[in-house]
């Protein structure tokens, strides 16, 4: 799962309803270092609502502000589809299990790449496919 904010979402001009993610949610951020962050969430049980909470407060707990704006969605993909659609833009990722302090799930993208923008719509049109919003979430310490 990665946490898309307010900023990376594609929304309804006239209503704000929230329409999916935008290929933005995929560039490589300070804090990824280098990597793409995710969050693994079958690291924290099989999923499901629960642990899908679970995996979003220790997203969250991992981050220096321990703050995800109410407005956050988290999307979800999973890693055989992200390797594939990867592999369909010149792109032989390796997603390597790199535990960020409370976040035990934690897993990088490397030798991932935000320069192909075609490569970031389809992960955020066809991969990560799946929303959550932070509201839905038990996201209480």
């Not at 390797?83 to 010149?90: I, L, V």
Request: aromatic letters at 8%; proline letters at 4%.
């Amino acid at each position: 799962m990665r946490l898309a904010p307010y900023s990376k979402q594609l929304r309804d001009a006239e209503t704000n309803e929230f329409l999916g993610i935008l290929d933005i949610a995929f560039q490589i951020r300070p804090e990824d270092k280098g990597g793409l962050s995710c969050t693994w969430v079958e690291h924290y049980g099989e999923k499901s609502h629960a642990t899908l909470s679970v995996a979003a407060r220790a997203y969250r707990d991992s981050l220096p502000s321990k703050k995800i704006g109410n407005t956050a969605y988290f999307a979800m993909g999973t890693a055989g589809q992200v390797r594939s659609k990867s592999a369909e833009y010149g792109k032989q990722i390796r997603i390597v299990h790199a535990p960020d302090g409370p976040n035990t799930g934690h897993v990088e993208l490397h030798q991932f790449s935000d320069e192909d923008r075609r490569l970031l719509d389809a992960l955020a049109r066809e991969v990560f496919t799946e929303h959550i919003a932070v509201t839905e979430l038990d996201m209480r310490p």
